[in-house]
């Protein structure tokens, strides 16, 4: 699937349709082995290789499955961070302590979310990172994500910016959802790779 043209510019909620609809077929077997085939190529990057602390989130519904990629990464004895939704759609974090220290919270209209129940660390916690692992739902080749649309993720982007903090940036995707392009605004920030269930695709650190 490619996207590009100026009229690509401006539809970013038609193209999040496409790769949802495209996500929503995917089988629950499909699933369950893209995420430890994902959980391996990921545990493969030099980034999360040297890392002491690593911002994630744990997927929901058919994303690309997060859980055992946390789980390897905190037997590892790093220090993996959570992400819990504030009602501004900003980011607090918490510390994940396995799979028994998640909760399930509803956020109103929004989808329910995977977060950690323990402390909450502050929207700073992020700085912190070495390794921010992103959601979306495509990267193109320039490194640049097409998110969900909620701004939650620009917030932390913008953050990191703000502090002088530079993380390596990687977003967790479907091998399909590296595409020609996806339309790009001025506060969208590249990442520097993208991680597969097939394998990594690197992209050049401005």
């Known amino acids: 699937m490619e996207h590009g043209g100026p009229e690509a510019e401006s539809d970013k909620p038609t193209l999040r349709r496409d790769f949802l609809g495209v996500r929503n077929r995917l089988t629950t077997d499909?699933?369950?082995?893209?995420?430890?085939?994902?959980?391996?190529?990921?545990?493969?990057?030099?980034e999360l290789a040297g890392a002491q602390t690593v911002a994630a989130y744990v997927s929901v519904g058919n994303e690309p499955g997060t859980l055992?990629?946390?789980?390897?990464l905190l037997a590892r004895g790093v220090r993996v961070l959570l992400p819990v939704l504030l009602p501004d759609n900003d980011l607090d974090w918490g510390a994940y302590a396995g799979e028994d220290s998640l909760t399930l919270v509803r956020h109103g209209g929004k989808m329910a979310l995977f977060e950690p129940s323990g402390e909450r660390l502050g929207p700073d916690a992020v700085l912190r990172a070495d390794v921010?692992?992103?959601?979306?739902?495509?990267?193109?080749?320039?490194?640049?994500?097409?998110?969900?649309?909620?701004?939650?993720y620009d917030r932390v982007l913008a953050r990191l910016e703000r502090a002088g903090a530079r993380p390596a940036l990687v977003v967790l995707l479907y091998g399909t959802e590296i595409v020609g392009h996806v339309p790009a605004e001025a506060h969208d920030r590249p990442v520097q790779a993208a991680v597969t269930p097939s394998g990594t695709r690197r992209f050049a650190r401005p």
Do not use: I, K, T, Y
């Not at 992103?134 to 994500?145: F, K, S, W």
């Open 30 to 46: 499909v699933v369950r082995e893209a995420a430890d085939a994902l959980a391996g190529h990921a545990l493969e990057l030099p």
């Open 68 to 72: 055992p990629l946390l789980n390897a």
């Open 132 to 152: 921010v692992l992103l959601p979306g739902l495509a990267v193109d080749a320039r490194g640049m994500r097409l998110g969900r649309g909620g701004g939650s």
